[in-house]
């Protein structure tokens, strides 16, 4: 029976080994050694309320309006859309494709007390800002409650 010395450090390099392995294997089998295929992708976006809205903004550079589509159904907004690649332009052509690309489709759970109806959509320098107005209670003013 032999006894070895356990060396930490080189297992350590072993592992790096193997990880670095499983990570050329996957980007030999991406053509271009980009981040992203075309497929789904999913945009970022921020939710946040004001006094008078909840408001979604959404991430989608490089989009049209008429490249997306905004839906508000039982409380639950959609948007969903396609960014495609730029035509004119062969994929032989690309040296590296890191930008998504694709159809994306996100659904999104809205508070209860929202005017879904009179929602309205602004998409400016490639962010999408979705306002659906708060519903305000006729002659609801704020009422300070005594403690006993």
Do not use: H, M, N, W
């Given at each position: 029976m032999t006894v070895v010395q356990w060396d930490p450090l080189r297992e350590l390099l072993a592992l790096k080994d193997r990880m670095n392995k499983i990570i050329e294997n996957a980007m030999s089998r991406s053509q271009y050694g980009g981040a992203a295929d075309a497929g789904t992708w999913s945009p970022a976006v921020d939710i946040f309320e004001t006094p008078e809205s909840v408001v979604i903004a959404a991430e989608l550079p490089g989009l049209s309006p008429a490249d997306m589509e905004i839906r508000v159904a039982d409380n639950t907004l959609t948007l969903k859309g396609e960014r495609k690649l730029e035509k004119g332009i062969q994929q032989e052509n690309y040296h590296r494709i890191e930008r998504?690309?694709?159809?994306?489709f996100r659904t999104?759970?809205?508070?209860?007390?929202?005017?879904?109806?009179e929602a309205a959509a602004e998409y400016k320098q490639g962010i999408l800002h979705?306002?659906?107005?708060?519903?305000?209670?006729?002659?609801a003013k704020p009422m300070?409650?005594?403690?006993s």
């Open positions: 998504s690309y694709g159809t994306f999104f759970p809205l508070p209860s007390g929202v005017k879904s109806s979705i306002r659906i107005p708060k519903a305000r209670e006729a002659g300070r409650i005594q403690i």
